[in-house]
């Protein structure tokens, strides 16, 4: 261990999502995104909130760089507006590619690494079907062969696709992110389609990288617990909730298939008619990390026969149930301390995550591990200066932190941490009334603060995370 406690090269970042934070929805010709279609949709995002402004990033690149260096981190997890460089799913625009290349430029002149998330979320409203359409994965793929040719020469990380279990069964069977649809097999569909993608995409940059460039995916990974161990119905309500939102994405890419007992969960849902000889073999190319995002952990219970969980209404507007297969999963409360979004603390379950994914995944695959996102919304309280003292959030990051150390002194290969987020931006469905920034963002002025958590994670960087 260094002075900082973590191996040597150890890289702190923080990670941000283009349509969170950029703004300027209708600028260098970027056209809609189904996350822009999905905010006009009454009831759809909290308080009615958009993208439109967001934290105008756009313009306010330097100073967002600026503040990263001043805070000491050396990366940085972006992503690219798919239609912002490729407006109307027609011609590529050099005024979209363009903003990202001066980005690059201007994180490589402060000495932060790049990494860039090639689709977090906001599909180009013109593909027709979005994720639905077989077609979209190769459309995909193109966009990434392209980014990797304008970028290629100085973006050494890439990853393909932030959270593919969000962008398909949160968004096509659980209705609550873009395109807001309620159908299971579709959940099921754009899943299969988001992976194949991914395959496509790996494929498409590693033929205009150069050899040493890294590439890989961001999967969001649900420790899940039985809430009573020793019922046999509550492990299964375990092994089907990890099933679909763990397995179903790691089975694939590392072992080349689906997991048999998920695809006996999810029969009659289509899965078997969207696969097509190949699939999987491209599903399964070999990546160079596997990215971790990791919030918090549940406990689940139930029995098969109970009736599925009711349709949720938010914001008026009807929900559906993401956990294809198993809709009468209940999540239940192990009455541990909450974040904002009412996601339970469980730091420990980073640790297992991380020890779990090296065994059985990653460690085999010769491949290392980074978390891509931790972070949590709190409820902020400025003070007249708008500094502030989120000791919560220094709290959950300092635990996160050690269970990191831990898992890495159990022999689990984790190279680096992006906290999520840099700065408070559009919390999806929740619009901005939820805050996960290290830094304040006014929604008045669009000011920057740094809060109490950005500076103490500025002291683990240069000084270590003492005991
Ligand atoms: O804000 C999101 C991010 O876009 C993806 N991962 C989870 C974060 C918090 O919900």
Redesign the pocket.
């Known amino acids: 261990m260094t002075t900082t406690q973590f191996p040597e090269g150890f890289l702190w970042g923080s ?1 941000t ?1 283009a349509f ?1 934070i950029e703004g300027a929805a209708h600028e260098s010709g970027r056209s809609d995104s189904i996350w822009d279609v999905f905010c006009r949709v009454p009831g759809a995002v909290a308080n009615g909130d958009d993208g439109e402004v967001a934290c105008d990033h756009y313009h306010r690149m330097p100073e967002d760089v600026a503040l990263m260096h001043e805070l000491g981190l050396n990366a940085y997890r972006f992503s690219i507006s798919w239609p912002r460089v490729r407006p109307d799913d027609a011609a590529f625009s050099s005024e979209g590619i363009d903003f990202y290349s001066r980005l690059v430029d201007e994180l490589l002149a402060h000495d932060i690494q790049p990494w860039v998330t090639l689709y ?2 906001d599909l180009p409203a013109a593909i027709p079907d979005g994720w639905l359409n077989r077609d979209t994965a190769h459309r995909f793929a193109e966009y990434a062969q392209r980014m990797g040719e304008e970028l290629g020469d100085r973006v050494a990380h890439w990853i393909t696709l ?2 593919p279990w ?1 962008s398909s069964f949160l968004s096509y069977a659980g209705g609550e992110h873009a395109p807001g649809h309620t159908s299971a097999s579709e959940g099921v569909r754009a899943a299969h389609h988001l992976l194949l993608a991914h395959g496509l995409g790996v494929d498409a940059l590693r033929s205009v990288l150069p050899a040493e460039a890294q590439v890989g995916i961001t999967l ?1 990974f649900n420790v899940v617990d039985p809430a009573d161990p020793s019922s046999p119905t509550d492990r299964e309500a375990a092994r089907r909730i990890d099933g679909t939102s763990n397995r179903f994405f790691t089975d694939p890419i590392f072992r080349g298939a689906y997991p048999e007992d998920v695809m006996r969960d999810m029969a009659g849902l289509g899965l078997e008619d969207c696969i097509q000889p190949g699939d999987l073999a491209l599903i399964s190319r070999p990546i160079d990390f596997l990215g971790v ?1 990791y ?1 918090n952990g549940s406990a689940v219970t139930g029995t098969p026969d109970d009736a599925p969980a009711p349709q949720q209404e938010a914001n008026g507007r009807r929900r559906g149930n993401p956990n294809v297969g198993s809709e009468w999963v209940q999540f239940v409360s192990r009455g541990l301390p909450r974040t904002a ?1 009412e996601w339970e603390i469980q730091p420990d379950g980073l640790r297992r995550l991380l020890e779990r994914l090296h065994t059985e995944y990653t460690g085999p695959a010769g491949i290392p591990l980074y978390i891509t ?1 931790n ?1 949590c ?1 709190m409820d902020d309280v400025p003070d007249e200066d708008g500094f502030v003292d989120d000791q919560g959030r220094v709290g959950y990051l300092r635990d996160h932190f050690l269970a990191v150390r831990e898992a890495i002194a159990h022999g689990a290969d984790v190279r680096g941490y992006f906290v ?2 840099l700065l408070d ?4 469905a ?1 619009g901005y009334a ?1 805050r ?1 920034g290290i830094v304040r963002v006014d929604y008045d002025t669009l000011q920057r603060t740094p809060k109490a958590s950005a500076r103490f994670l500025s002291s683990v960087i240069s000084k270590g995370l003492g005991d």
């Open positions: 990670a999502a969170q977090h979320w932030n959270e969000c969001n995002n919030y979004m996102e972070g919304a999520w987020s931006n559009f919390e999806w929740w939820k996960f």
